[in-house]
């Protein structure tokens, strides 16, 4: 099953990464499943959460097995249902947080299913913050540990409102059931984590391999740069490898070759960055491929992998640079 694509567009202050020419998007092609992506307005207020009622669990009851879920008895809450299933012992889960989780859904009333990540074996990756995920998710899972399940009942106010999602066959009366695996939560403190790989090439930059959540140090030459891409582990992650279809999380800085000067930052901005390495320079997306989730890469990308002779307006890049950049692969979708 093709699932429509749950990323939002690349976040301001990261537009330098975004491939010159065309952009082929194509969640217009995927199938329009629902997802817990935000409806075009929200402005509900905050909801009282409570306790129940929910429906049991009748199979796939541990962490991370796809879960079936019994329909609705009775009415639901007009509230927030929440309950965590199982307690996790991870890293607590704030709001504006990037969560990577496997999860199900389903409607109260029916007992239908109308979304879950477990069948395609693609886990959600999504940032908890208004305006991208709907307000059920935000609420429920804010201040939740990686490592928990947690079973929720949305009403429509913090779910897809009035209108619903007909394209899941959601109506705008409908209380959704989720039940939600949280795998790994990220921040802008997040780092890479893994071995330390020797930098031993004097006429390539140099990369701080510190993993606090500051940015690393990257020092550039004073020698001409490398005319074919140049992609290395700094510090060499144990996750699985990015293919050219993921979509990734990260954290990066950008500097240019001839100045040293950077141009784009994530732990500048204090936000990370997740886009797809189909919509960003060619640099990017041959560079991570391969990769492990979890490393730190060294980028060399020539001009023509790059911007060439055509930098975007106010990026700070010049015409015909070549472009250095530190990136901590922190997920993939």
Do not use: H
Not at 226 to 252: C, R
């Amino acid at each position: 099953m093709r699932r429509r694509s749950l990323l939002i567009a690349v976040p301001a202050g990261m537009v330098t990464l975004a491939a010159c020419g065309d952009d082929k998007d194509d969640s217009s092609k995927a199938n329009e499943s629902a997802s817990p992506s935000a409806p075009e307005t929200s402005a509900a207020p905050s909801p009282k959460i409570v306790d129940g009622p929910l429906p049991a669990i009748t199979a796939g009851t541990k962490f991370g097995q796809k879960p079936t879920v019994a329909k609705g008895s009775g009415d639901p809450s007009k509230d927030l249902a929440v309950k965590t299933v199982i307690a996790g012992g991870g890293k607590v889960v704030a709001e504006n947080d990037y969560i990577q989780a496997d999860y199900l859904g389903q409607i109260w009333s029916t007992g239908k299913v109308f979304d879950n990540s477990y069948d395609p074996k693609t886990p959600l990756l999504i940032q908890l913050s208004q305006g991208r995920i709907i307000d059920g998710w935000r609420y429920a899972l804010t201040g939740k540990k990686a490592g928990s399940r947690v079973e929720m009942a949305v009403p429509p106010t913090w779910g897809y409102g009035k209108e619903g999602e007909p394209r899941a066959g959601i109506k705008g009366t409908d209380t959704l059931v989720f039940v939600v695996d949280i795998l790994d939560t990220f921040n802008a403190k997040s780092s890479a984590k893994g071995d330390v790989v020797a930098q031993d090439n004097v006429d390539l930059p140099k990369v701080g391999t510190n993993t606090d959540g500051k940015a690393p140090s990257l020092e550039v030459p004073k020698t001409d740069p490398p005319k074919k891409l140049v992609a290395n582990y700094v510090i060499e992650g144990d996750g699985d490898e990015v293919t050219a279809a993921n979509s990734v999380l990260v954290q990066y800085k950008g500097v240019q070759w001839d100045t040293g000067k950077e141009f784009d930052s994530t732990y500048a901005n204090k936000q990370l960055a997740s886009f797809s390495l189909q919509q960003v320079v060619k640099g990017w997306s041959q560079g991570l491929t391969g990769k492990k989730v979890g490393s730190r890469v060294l980028i060399v990308i020539p001009p023509e992998l790059g911007y060439g002779d055509n930098p975007q307006p106010g990026s700070g890049i010049s015409k015909g640079a070549t472009l250095v950049f530190t990136v901590d692969i922190l997920a993939k979708m």
